[in-house]
């Protein structure tokens, strides 16, 4: 469905790129993830970059309490909802589309867009967490637990109106970077069969190995892949501006790795999601660095 154009000057392709700055936090009780897409894209530029498109959740009286399971379910569900229209209207432009979050349960959204036009699609969930949880399961009630379950169909209720029943598979799914997943998450991510490389995988091994492997996985037998990249996989010593920070994360090195083995097989990349950047967490804008460089390398070189 991406149309590519062919640069005159280097007889490559590229993909032309609109960036949807999805501005929520309603999904994790901390605040600030909202703030972080507009501050990433202010003064951005790229030679693949065509239009910026920006959308605000409505957070007024946002819920907190840890005893509601389905914090702010009703406005998030609303911000998803546009969010998905508007994934759907950047790819029947034949645009690629690149979502900045704001926390991690917009990708409900952004994922489900893609494979709705895509039919047939892996996803490679780069992140700390497993965000298998389900509506039974989650200790927080924070939605960004749920959004990886959603998406491939393992929690649907009241998340996934908007979407018809085309979900990821399961055999196509990989978890790369999880360290800090709930033990009944655990049990729910055993049952679906989802694929898991942990950071001390990645350690072992080495991230460019894993990453070879996790595309492998989620293009078995698909039309290509989507991926989502959470910033919290990374250590927060190293990136500390993220929401829900979990100690022992990957090194710069393996983060930026894993971006060069994405860029590596763009061929098989449909959307992306670069996700939980927030500013009120940063120290000395050492977060916001890393996710610019990340996004710059991205939309001058998918």
């Known amino acids: 469905m991406i149309k590519d154009m062919i640069t005159k000057e280097k007889g490559i392709i590229m993909k032309e790129i609109d960036i949807i700055n999805a501005c929520t936090d309603l999904g994790v009780a901390v605040d600030g993830a909202s703030l972080g897409p507009d501050e990433l894209t202010k003064d951005l530029k790229g030679k693949n970059l065509r239009g910026i498109y920006k959308l605000y959740a409505n957070e007024e009286n946002k819920e907190k309490e840890k005893d509601n399971k389905k914090k702010n379910l009703k406005n998030l569900n609303i911000f998803n909802e546009k969010l998905y ?53 989650t200790i927080t009630g924070n939605i960004h637990g749920l959004p990886l379950a959603a998406i491939t169909g393992y929690e649907k209720r009241e998340l996934v109106s908007f979407h018809n029943d ?51 996985i989620a293009c078995d037998g698909t039309d290509g892949m989507h991926i989502s990249y959470d910033l919290d996989v990374i250590d927060p010593k190293i990136c500390p501006g993220v929401s829900v920070p979990a100690d022992n994360g990957i090194n710069l090195d393996e983060a930026y790795i894993a971006i060069d083995e994405i860029i590596k097989h763009k061929d098989k990349l449909k959307s992306l999601d670069l996700v939980e950047f927030n500013p009120l967490k940063d120290i000395n804008n050492k977060t916001k660095i890393i996710a610019k460089t990340i996004l710059k390398s991205l939309i001058n070189n998918i």
């Not at 959204?109 to 490679?124: P, Q, Y």
């Not at 009944?184 to 991230?207: C, P, Q, W, Y």
């Open 166 to 216: 085309n979900f990821y598979k399961f055999k196509n799914t990989v978890i790369v970077g999880g360290r800090d997943i709930d033990p009944l998450e655990i049990e729910n991510l055993k049952d679906a069969g989802v694929t898991i490389f942990s950071t001390d995988e990645i350690h072992k091994r080495g991230m460019s190995a894993v990453m070879e492997e996790a595309i492998k």
């Open 85 to 137: 229209n508007t994934v759907l209207d950047v790819i029947d432009r034949n645009n690629f589309p690149l979502t900045l979050g704001g926390d991690h349960s917009l990708v409900v959204a952004s994922a489900l867009a893609s494979i709705n036009r895509n039919k047939s699609l892996g996803i490679i969930w780069i992140d700390a967490h497993g965000d298998f949880n389900t509506f039974d399961t």
